[in-house]
């Protein structure tokens, strides 16, 4: 069975650097899939924010391709995101899934940003 | 604004057939697989349909999607209280290169 597993501070202040880890058991994130980072507003829909291939390719939301990295490690089978400058907008759940069905996803985890 | 468009809310009573309707473009819906999601309050999302119309093992056949042209749509029937839930529905963005989801539908079981 396939899981995924977020993790990360739950509280990141403004203009500072969110960062998250989903740890990949059940399969290998050196298989032929993507990994992706969706996050959800509280009380608000999906936003998809990108996705990392084992080759180290990725592709962004055009929307926040200036501000997001996502980097894969895997030798720990897992995959990271990393959102720089963040405001209070950027308060969501954030999710890991496997795509491109997305029939894989973490729990999710809420990172606020806030001071 | 998304780029999948969703009715924002939807309503059934036991029993009934509602279908759920997404809109988009050649660049999305128009030329690749859409798929659908049901999202629980609290809960993560959950593959419903996949590839237009495809139901992943233990998914009940009382849910079934399609797709013609620019437009897809979910059904559900025989409508069960334990339906009540969040529904999108995604696909893959020729122009943006990217991934894509609808703004979701409420579904309220009368």
């Known amino acids: 069975q396939v899981q995924l597993q977020e993790s990360g501070p739950g509280l990141v202040k403004p203009s500072g650097t969110l960062s998250l880890t989903c740890a990949v058991s059940g399969d290998s994130i050196s298989s032929r899939n993507w990994w992706s980072w969706v996050r959800q507003p509280p009380g608000k829909g999906l936003e998809w924010i990108g996705e990392?291939?084992?080759?180290?390719?990725?592709n962004y939301n055009p929307s926040l391709k200036s501000r997001v990295t996502i980097s894969a490690d895997k030798s720990k089978n897992q995959f990271s995101l990393k959102l720089r400058s963040v405001t209070a907008a950027d308060t969501a759940v954030y999710y890991c899934?496997?795509?491109?069905?997305?029939?894989?996803w973490g729990q999710g985890t809420l990172v606020t940003v806030s001071s | 604004q998304s780029v999948l468009t969703q009715p924002p809310s939807a309503s059934g009573t036991p029993g009934q057939r509602v279908t759920i309707s997404c809109s988009g473009s050649n660049s999305n819906i128009g030329s690749n697989h859409v798929y659908w999601y049901q999202q629980l309050p609290g809960t993560a999302p959950k593959l419903l349909i996949s590839r237009n119309n495809q139901r992943p093992s233990g998914v009940p056949d009382r849910f079934s999607g399609s797709k013609s042209g620019t437009s897809a749509s979910l059904a559900i029937s025989g409508l069960r209280s334990e339906d009540e839930a969040d529904y999108y529905c995604a696909a893959w963005d020729d122009s943006l290169r990217g991934r894509v989801f609808g703004g979701g539908t409420k579904l309220t079981v009368l």
């Open positions: 899934a496997r795509v491109p069905e997305f029939d894989y």
């Open positions: 990392i291939y084992h080759s180290g390719s990725t």
